[in-house]
């Protein structure tokens, strides 16, 4: 099969975003200063690779806080944020805590509370159980924030509120999918408040438009990421609804599927915003051993967004 030759189109921005870079940063610069162990508080980003990694350093990976044997260790909070009832925790145990919530869901946590404040009920556009969608509802009282996940149940929305109403969304969506919910809630609502700025973030948005942009020139997409990875998952839908019906992630180089690859002459590849290059250059490689690969990366935006990690890291 050497003398296949296939062409790649690299979909770029792709990969580690601000925040995921933010996160790992916290994480490596926590075990420098505290000493191994660390304790994390659910995978840091979702991605396998990374978790690794950091367990090699010295990082242990919880679900809560209570698995914590040693309370006098500090635990970090993974990217996606918290309920407000996760902090507090921490303080009555004495632990010392950092913060590694990405500051575009923070954000998010802050439009909530003020929206509260304001006197608005809440809907947040988001799936259920994903981590940041249970630290976004466990920002304010239980009751305060009722979940929309998709377009039916938005049109299913019947909860009696005799309040102003307004929406927020998880950072994580498919731009296109949470318009359509939001068209519905503006019928339904016509005087819904929207956030100022998108909650969608960036990195989502742009990986997204990346993949769009070339989707259809493919015969096959590959999305490097994990199978828990939100905007990973989004991608693979992203580039399937665009035009690439043989869209698929690539959780770990076993699913690879060579024959298909074989028999096609151009492949898409993007990866999620949790997973780090070498993953992709991974499968390039493995792509290479068996056939004539040639790349042509399609950058449709470059990206130039990093935050600050907390002070008391520095
Ligand atoms: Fe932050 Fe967006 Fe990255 Fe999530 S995907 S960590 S919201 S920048």
Redesign the pocket.
Known sequence: MKNKEIKILLSAPRGF????ERAIEIVEKSIQKYGAPVYVRHEIVHNKYVVDDLKSKGAIFVEELEEIKDKSRPVIFS?HGVPKKIPEDAKNYNMTYVDAT?P??SKVHREAENLKKAGYHIILIGHQNHPEVIGTMGQLPHGSINLIQNEEEAKNYNEKVNKKIAFVTQ??LSVDDTKEIIKVLKNKFPDIREPLKEDI?Y??TNRQMAVKNIAKKCDMFFVIGSRNSS?SVRLVEVAKKSGCSKAQLIHSESEIPYEQIGNSNIIGVSSG?SAPEILVDNFINNLRNRFTINIDEVEIIKENVEFKIPKKLN
């Open positions: 975003c601000a925040g995921v990217a990405c575009l869901v950072t994580t973030c990195a989502t905007n915003a």
